[in-house]
């Protein structure tokens, strides 16, 4: 029978790669996930108002995403799980995007490597991003908490609020490198090349999540430092993206050990039926529907950067 449709990867891009104007829509689209009540809080929704007076529901469906990654964050993190967990969670999001907000394509990434001598002077930090962070100053803070004293700045994420652990505005705090910069280097393309010619599973995982992942996650610090609730800081998508394209790149490079899936250093302690676990949001699946991605015939091109569908994955 042949095929009468034609399914269309989702092309994930390099932030910089999209234009001004879906750059922006891609910001917005993720506010907009803000603006939504949660699906699976049982608490009622609360509406506030964001730093720049749009309505945003507490708890949101963005929240549930943190939710999500915060109460399975120890099996899947420093775990075997960490690749294939989280190329489901961002594809669950990018999924939310479609649907909800009005997004149509792929989720971008952020190619740190790009900026790994100066990592904050990327674009991403303008305020019509990301923006930077900075300091409280007293009595303009709506928030009590001391640990909450570094919010992101001007920008469409400007005051904005969390809900897990426990309801506070978003935390970030570089942490400093010389010259006040982010952080001293995220990792170079040379550096990245040796990682991606690993030629195990579990070595591959074990480098990719300790140094490059971890690395800028602690570089952004505040909230999205923390490896539990790093959702609540946005850039976890474009940084998870990455970190998937990773995957996907080193799929590509190894197909004879694409679908392979171990522990490390034992590397018996893992199995593709290991289940990951997504709390409520989607049903848990095993690891090997996660593995199936980033062969050539799956889609993804030699870049790695086209979505798996997570609609697949529910038979
Ligand atoms: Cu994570």
Request: hydrophobic share 30%; charged share 20%; with cysteine.
């Amino acid at each position: 029978m042949p095929h009468t449709s034609c399914r269309h990867p989702r092309v994930r891009r390099e932030f910089r790669e999209l234009s001004e104007h879906d750059r922006e829509r891609y910001i917005l689209a993720t506010v907009c996930l803000r603006e939504q009540p949660s699906r699976l809080s049982t608490r009622e929704t609360q509406w506030v108002r964001d730093g720049v007076g749009r309505k945003i529901a507490m708890p949101s469906l963005y929240d549930d995403f943190v939710y999500v990654h915060w109460r399975v964050a120890a099996e899947t993190h420093g775990t075997p799980q960490f690749l294939p967990w989280h190329r489901i969670f961002i594809s669950l999001y990018e999924r939310a995007l479609i649907r909800h907000c009005g997004w149509d394509e792929g989720i971008p990434f952020w190619d740190w490597s790009h900026d790994s001598q100066s990592p904050e002077t990327s674009i991403l930090w303008s305020a019509r991003f990301y923006g930077r962070p900075t300091p409280s100053t007293p009595g303009s803070s709506p928030d009590s908490s001391p640990s909450s004293s570094h919010f992101i700045g001007a920008s469409n994420f400007t005051h904005l609020f969390a809900t897990w652990p426990s309801p506070h505005p978003i935390d970030r705090n570089w942490v400093q490198g010389p010259q006040g910069t982010l952080i001293p280097a995220t990792f170079s393309p040379v550096e990245l090349e040796m990682i991606t010619g690993m030629a195990r599973y579990g070595l591959f995982r074990s480098f990719l999540e300790t140094l490059p992942h971890n690395l800028v996650h602690s570089g952004v610090g505040g909230d999205g430092g923390d490896f539990a609730t790093a959702p609540t800081n946005p850039i976890f998508w474009l940084h998870h993206g990455n970190i998937d394209r990773h995957w996907a790149r080193w799929q590509h490079h190894h197909l004879h050990i694409a679908h392979t899936y171990e522990g490390y250093p034992d590397s018996n302690n893992a199995t593709v039926d290991d289940m990951m676990h997504y709390s409520g949001m989607y049903p848990d699946v095993p690891v090997r529907y996660a593995l199936r991605y980033g062969n050539e015939s799956n889609g993804y091109d030699e870049e790695g950067d086209v979505l798996p569908d997570a609609e697949l994955l529910v038979s």
